[in-house]
């Protein structure tokens, strides 16, 4: 590389990122290998996804998500409100922001180092034996199990997501065990193909999943706790019908440098 990238550090619950301002463009998008090495905890920065920040007419900004693996990807949940707390350390939003997703467009508002961001909303549940199956922004897979902590998630994780039913693409895939008033998630995501901390499209296919398995209709609240902290997800049910989707959690800057 000849020449130097600027670039922040955020993570939200666990969920760790690269974030370049790249509204001026100086950023090669289409150079997958060079966001793999930027991502990678040996030999690069190190980040479960890397992401742009570009601008765009009608909205705040446009995020640019790419998976550990440097290709483009859909939407991460935890992504989206670090993002919006890096557009807020630039000065470009204050309290809120409208902003524009590989998924359409996100509206989110911000206190302190917490994130309340708007997802898309999902008509649409499918069943695999006993888990469902359901796209909150990203694929995702969930599946109710006993005595999470001591799961080999990687091993199980690994398995179903190269499982021939869900493509070449594959599928995001979530445990899940219920836990007090909520629910414990441990995810195996796509791209990074390894467990995460954190993942918010998950923690909001969990919610979903859940508030069906357990017959909760209307607006509702969930709280996920991942590895990396917690999150909440709040909902209006109305059969598999899910609107005003919302995942709420932590976005909090690490660090910033030049490489």
Known sequence: MSTKIRFSKYQGAGNDFILIDNRMSTFERANTDLIEKLCDR????????????????????????????????????????CIVAFAKDLGIVDKETAFLAVDGP?????QDNQVDLGMIDVDTVSRDEDAYVLNTGSPHYVKTVSKLQNLDVYTEGYTIRNNDT???????????????????VR?????VE???????????????????????????????????????????????HFTNVRLKGPADFVFQGEI
């Open 194 to 240: 390894d467990e995460t901390l954190a993942c918010g499209t998950g923690a909001t296919a969990v919610a979903m999943a859940m508030a069906i398995a357990e017959g909760k209709e209307g607006e509702i609240e969930i709280p996920i706790r991942v590895l990396g902290g917690q999150l909440y997800i709040a909902f209006n049910r109305q059969g598999l």
């Open 166 to 184: 869900y493509g070449k693409e594959g599928i995001n895939v979530n445990f899940v065990e219920k836990e007090n008033d909520g629910y414990f």
């Open 187 to 191: 995810t195996f995501e796509r791209g």
């Open 106 to 110: 996100h509206h989110a508002f911000i």
């Open 42 to 81: 040996k030999f690069g920065i190190g980040a479960d996804g890397l992401m742009l920040l570009q601008y765009t007419e009608n909205f705040d900004f446009e995020m640019v998500y790419y998976n550990a693996d440097g290709r483009p990807s859909t939407m991460c949940g935890n992504g989206g409100r």
